[in-house]
């Protein structure tokens, strides 16, 4: 499969994940295992393959920015490097989603955090890591303890 096929394939699936999230309140155990488990697991494979096929066609590496740019001037791999942000950034919006659901954080407070998580995986990230410390020392102060 070429390239671009993958990225019309793989692009439109993950949004379905994301979308998963967004209502995951309504269809909790189907989020969970559709936009959590499954299509990051999915696009874990199709990662490995488009890896294994275009890995020998690259000059480059990962030594020095210029040497990771090169390599990404392979349509193969930068597919690859796509992909593996779609699953990843899928698969912790799912951990986000699971882990407030947990710890009674509400959906709503979340729906910022998976957003960008979706467009900037590791801010997004950083954003429900701070509400939920957030949270958490709120719950502590009111109880008693220390945050």
């Not at 942000?85 to 659901?101: K, M, N, S």
Request: glycine share 10%.
């Amino acid at each position: 499969m070429s390239p671009e096929t993958v990225f019309q394939i793989s692009t439109p699936l993950a949004l379905v994940g994301w979308i998963l999230l967004l209502f995951a309140p309504l269809i909790p155990k189907w989020s969970d295992r559709i936009a959590g488990y499954f299509i990051p697991a999915l696009l874990a494979l199709i990662y490995a393959v488009m890896l294994i096929t275009y890995a020998g066609e690259g000059e480059g590496g990962f030594g020095s920015l210029p040497e990771v740019m090169q390599l990404f001037t392979v349509p193969g791999l930068a597919m690859s490097g796509w992909l593996h942000y779609l699953a990843f950034d899928l698969f912790i919006g799912g951990w986000e989603v699971r882990t407030a659901r947990r710890e009674g954080i509400a959906h709503w407070l979340v729906i910022p955090c998976l957003a960008l998580t979706l467009l900037a995986g590791p801010i997004g990230l950083l954003l429900f890591l701070g509400l939920r410390w957030f949270i958490s020392s709120r719950r502590s102060e009111r109880n008693g303890q220390p945050a």
